[in-house]
């Protein structure tokens, strides 16, 4: 009897090895694994849409994901511009003289002692 020969090993473009999950896009990336979870979120406009669903978790076909080193956008997808309050009155600078605040005194008349002011109403 002649002996069983192996299976032939699958290829890369039709095997296992063709696909990409959270974890091996990152490590190609030089992210976190929660960063690829964020992109996908966010829908960042370089990152494709996975291929499908294996165990519950994304994945991406080789050829899905080519070039895409060259097509993300370099520091953070999606990050705000940095917020800088408008000055107030008090960091401004003040050109000219200071200006001069004017007190007045009031004319209401005075409560005499011992009344209330419920009863001068």
Do not use: Q
């Amino acid at each position: 009897m002649p002996p069983a020969e192996d299976p032939p090993a699958p290829t890369p473009e039709h095997g296992l090895d063709d696909l990409y999950d959270i974890g091996r896009l990152a490590t190609r990336l030089g992210v976190e694994h929660a960063t690829i979870r964020v992109w996908l979120s966010r829908n960042v406009p370089w990152l494709p849409r996975p291929d499908g669903r294996l165990n519950g978790g994304a994945v991406w076909r080789a050829t899905t994901l080519e070039g895409i080193e060259d097509r993300r956008a370099k520091g953070r997808p999606g990050r705000k511009p940095k917020f800088v309050p408008a000055p107030v009155a008090a960091d401004v600078a003040r050109t000219g003289p200071d200006p001069t605040v004017v007190t007045t005194t009031s004319t209401t008349p005075a409560v005499p002692a011992g009344t209330t002011s419920a009863a001068h109403t």
